[in-house]
């Protein structure tokens, strides 16, 4: 009853195999290349081979990616992977593992359906919000995913939360994830005097700027804090939106810029505090993942297993 779980970033591709307990019996990550096909037939054969599972034991396989997408017809326009336009991903996976079941979701959605399933989330509505190179989100109702017609409910960050900022990738201007992603942080905080105290650190031969800009945040550097306070703002504003439509009960934070814990949340948090109006909207809990990086993993499996 093995499941393969896929996860699709702007910057990485990972994959594990699970059980139906929600046990990762193996996970891989791996850079995006300048092909990004390429590197999700390289991660499915590197992790689907003898003695680590094989086709026959395998019984789905879930993905989680990056939208907008078309659930119905199984294809992926990611705002974040801009030669994949319209891609067949689950007919691509689908040739790749002959005769077994792919099922295809936001990544928002599944990190947020992982959080239910094998978190701390297990009752009520939840809201959960990705925060890395885009700023993906889902929402579960009692244990169910709301995915919406084509599969695209969540995107929260596309939520407009204000006048006169950069144009988004999406084609709207405004967008939360034009100040609150980890590029757009790191644009406005270079715009505005960043010098990079710290030294970028690297994954893969790649500078990450922003766990950089986290850490002269962290340190105090009035530019990077700002950054972070203006994040806050913009996530806060889609928060506050989605629950006021949605009357959800908790907020689960992940992603990679999330990764940087209280230097987020903290600003996150009080921002939610100064902005909410209606009794039920101040009751709003925010916590980050307890699942880390495998929360979309696990929200992968749990569609692949039919846990939705």
Same mark, same amino acid.
């Given at each position: 009853?093995t499941v393969?779980?896929?996860?699709?970033?702007?910057?990485k591709?990972a994959?594990?195999t699970v059980?139906?307990? @929600?046990a990762i019996? !193996?996970?891989? =990550?791996?850079?995006v #290349?300048?092909?990004p096909?390429?590197? +999700?037939?390289? &991660? $499915?054969?590197?992790?689907?081979?003898?003695?680590?599972?094989?086709?026959e034991?395998l019984?789905?396989?879930g993905i989680?990616s990056a939208?907008?997408?078309?659930?119905?017809r199984g294809?992926v326009?990611?705002?974040?992977?801009?030669?994949?336009?319209?891609?067949?991903?689950?007919?691509t996976?689908?040739q790749?593992?002959?005769?077994?079941p792919?099922?295809?979701?936001?990544? @928002?959605?599944l990190? !947020?359906?992982? =959080?239910w399933w094998? #978190?701390?989330f297990?009752?009520?509505? +939840?809201?959960? &919000? $990705?925060v890395?190179t885009?700023?993906?989100?889902?929402?579960?109702?009692e244990?169910q995913?709301?995915l919406?017609?084509?599969?695209?409910?969540?995107?929260i960050?596309?939520?407009?939360?204000g006048?006169?900022?950069?144009?988004?990738?999406?084609?709207?201007?405004?967008?939360?994830?034009?100040?609150?992603?980890?590029?757009?942080?790191?644009?406005?905080?270079?715009?505005?005097?960043?010098?990079q105290?710290?030294?970028?650190?690297?994954?893969?031969g790649?500078?990450?700027?922003?766990k950089?800009?986290?850490?002269?945040?962290k340190?105090?550097v009035?530019?990077?804090?700002?950054?972070f306070?203006?994040a806050a703002?913009?996530?806060?504003?889609?928060?506050?939106?989605?629950?006021?439509?949605?009357?959800?009960?908790?907020?689960v934070v992940?992603?990679?810029?999330?990764?940087a814990g209280?230097?987020?949340?903290?600003?996150?948090?009080?921002a939610v505090?100064?902005?909410a109006?209606?009794?039920?909207?101040r009751?709003?809990?925010v916590?980050?993942?307890s699942?880390?990086?495998?929360a979309?993993?696990?929200g992968?499996?749990?569609l692949?297993l039919?846990?939705e």
């Amino acid at each position: 009853m093995t499941v393969l779980a896929i996860d699709i970033g702007g910057t990485k591709f990972a994959a594990a195999t699970v059980e139906p307990t @929600g046990a990762i019996t !193996a996970k891989l =990550e791996m850079p995006v #290349g300048p092909d990004p096909t390429a590197t +999700l037939k390289d &991660i $499915v054969a590197r992790i689907v081979v003898p003695g680590l599972i094989s086709e026959e034991g395998l019984t789905g396989v879930g993905i989680g990616s990056a939208g907008p997408l078309d659930a119905v017809r199984g294809t992926v326009s990611p705002v974040n992977i801009s030669v994949w336009r319209d891609f067949p991903l689950v007919k691509t996976v689908a040739q790749l593992l002959p005769g077994v079941p792919v099922h295809l979701a936001g990544d @928002g959605q599944l990190m !947020a359906l992982g =959080e239910w399933w094998r #978190g701390r989330f297990s009752a009520g509505a +939840l809201l959960g &919000i $990705v925060v890395s190179t885009g700023i993906g989100g889902g929402l579960v109702f009692e244990g169910q995913p709301h995915l919406g017609p084509t599969g695209n409910a969540g995107h929260i960050g596309h939520i407009r939360a204000g006048e006169g900022w950069e144009p988004c990738r999406c084609g709207a201007v405004g967008c939360v994830e034009t100040i609150a992603s980890g590029p757009s942080m790191v644009r406005w905080a270079l715009a505005n005097g960043w010098q990079q105290a710290v030294e970028p650190t690297f994954w893969a031969g790649r500078p990450v700027d922003a766990k950089a800009l986290a850490a002269d945040a962290k340190r105090g550097v009035a530019v990077a804090v700002e950054a972070f306070d203006r994040a806050a703002g913009a996530l806060a504003t889609a928060i506050l939106t989605t629950a006021a439509l949605f009357d959800v009960d908790n907020v689960v934070v992940g992603g990679g810029v999330a990764a940087a814990g209280t230097t987020l949340l903290t600003p996150l948090r009080r921002a939610v505090a100064d902005q909410a109006g209606l009794g039920f909207l101040r009751r709003l809990k925010v916590e980050p993942t307890s699942l880390g990086r495998d929360a979309g993993l696990l929200g992968a499996a749990a569609l692949a297993l039919g846990r939705e």
